[in-house]
Nanobody, 124 residues
Framework: QVQLVESGGGLVQAGGSLRLSCAAS????????MGWFRQAPGKPRDFTAA????????YYADSVKGRFTISRDSARNTVYLQMNSLKLEDTAVYYC?????????????????WGQGTQVTVSS
């Protein structure tokens, strides 16, 4: 059974950095795409970044391009989201997800497995 466990969230001042981790277990991920989504209160769950496990092709939402970097460590079965130059509007619960690499990476319905989420709060 696939499990995704996020960690690394917290409170940070605007302009600061955080690194989120997503530890994956219980399945084969070589044919999967791993995604990060975020959800602010009262808003839908939005695509943030994604990476194909095999090949490491990356995708980013326009709002985080140039500030966030997604990466994976195959040996540790872990995906990371390095977040720099954080803004107030980056405040949200961040979710890690896994889905087939053939699906549309931008859509939450393309992902079959989800972590429990980790809170990121950016303060002024």
């Amino acid at each position: 059974q696939v499990q995704l466990v996020e960690s690394g969230g917290g409170l940070v001042q605007a302009g600061g950095s955080l690194r989120l981790s997503c530890a994956a277990s219980g399945g084969t991920f070589s044919n999967k795409r791993m995604g990060w989504f975020r959800q602010a209160p009262g808003k839908p769950r939005d695509f943030t970044a994604a990476i194909t496990w095999s090949g490491g092709v990356t995708y980013y939402a326009d709002s985080v391009k140039g500030r966030f970097t997604i990466s994976r460590d195959s040996a540790r079965n872990t995906v990371y989201l390095q977040m720099n130059s954080l803004k107030l509007e980056d405040t949200a619960v961040y979710y890690c997800a896994a889905g087939w690499a053939s699906r549309d990476y931008r859509r939450a319905v393309s992902y079959d497995y989800w972590g429990q989420g980790t809170q990121v709060t950016v303060s002024s």
